[in-house]
């Protein structure tokens, strides 16, 4: 069992930045692919990045690529998200997810197992 909880959502500015972390509870976080994905208001919830459980490979969707880095800290039980040069678009309830060894690989939400609360980051034209 892994239970999730996101933080640093808010409100900024179009070409601004937000980091957002995800803390995991349970000893075995750092076997588990991490990932995060989005929802905006009346769309389904999409894939954003995800990383190996060793932080060896990050994979990202094209919408983002460029813009946002994930990284993780096993050490801490944490994976991050760094959002730069954020758009409009981007606006959205963010979660976390872990999943199975190799969900890294695809953007399916039905490849994760543990999903955070959310939180939310809107950007502001």
């Known amino acids: 069992q892994v239970q999730l909880v996101e933080s640093g959502g808010g409100l900024v500015q179009a070409g601004g930045s937000l980091r957002l972390s995800c803390a995991a509870s349970g000893r075995t976080f750092s076997t588990y692919a991490m990932g995060w994905f989005r929802q905006a208001p009346g769309k389904e919830r999409e894939f954003v990045a995800a990383?190996?459980?060793?932080?060896?490979?990050?994979y990202y969707a094209d919408s983002v690529k460029g813009r946002f880095t994930i990284s993780r800290d096993n050490a801490k039980n944490t994976v991050y998200l760094q959002l730069n040069s954020l758009k409009p678009e981007d606006t959205a309830v963010y979660y976390c997810?872990?999943?199975?060894?190799?969900?890294?690989?695809?953007?399916?939400?039905?490849?994760?197992?543990?999903w955070g609360q959310g939180t939310q980051v809107t950007v502001s034209s």
């Open positions: 997810a872990a999943g199975e060894a190799y969900a890294y690989t695809s953007p399916r939400t039905q490849r994760y197992d543990y």
């Open positions: 990383i190996r459980w060793n932080g060896g490979s990050t």
